[in-house]
């Protein structure tokens, strides 16, 4: 178990792409599945996408078609694939996960306790 990194940030200006990324140790072998939250400034923190061990994918409606979650074993990393970015995208972005199985079911999260430093995206317009 280990608190999840993310990179990936940046400023873009409206329509524009960026990939984030979150890595921690033993990503690969974890029963449970990496989530990403956003969290806009003066707001509560959301939830964005989410990936189970097996590769199920679930999106929130306000990014569903514009963002896709990957995940690569080899280098216990996921990804956050982000297109046709938005000024309301504009938020910091972390990556949740956990090593104990009681905290997902069927691979998804019923509540991570690791969470990154986040990564900020700003979209201009």
């Known amino acids: 178990q280990a608190q999840p990194v993310e990179s990936g940030g940046g400023s873009v200006q409206a329509g524009g792409s960026l990939r984030l990324s979150c890595t921690a140790p033993g990503f690969a072998s974890n029963p449970c599945g990496v989530d990403w939250y956003r969290q806009a400034e003066g707001q509560q923190r959301t939830w964005v996408s989410s990936?189970?061990?097996?590769?199920?994918?679930l999106y929130s409606d306000s990014v569903k078609g514009r963002f896709t979650i990957s995940q690569d074993n080899a280098k216990n990393t996921l990804y956050l694939e982000m297109n046709s970015l938005k000024p309301e995208d504009t938020a910091m972005y972390y990556c949740?996960?956990?090593?104990?199985?009681?905290?997902?079911?069927?691979?998804?999260?019923?509540?991570?306790?690791?969470w990154g430093q986040g990564t900020q995206v700003t979209v201009s317009s």
């Open positions: 949740a996960a956990d090593w104990n199985p009681s905290r997902c079911r069927n691979g998804l999260s019923i509540g991570y306790n690791y």
């Open positions: 990936i189970s061990p097996t590769g199920e994918t």
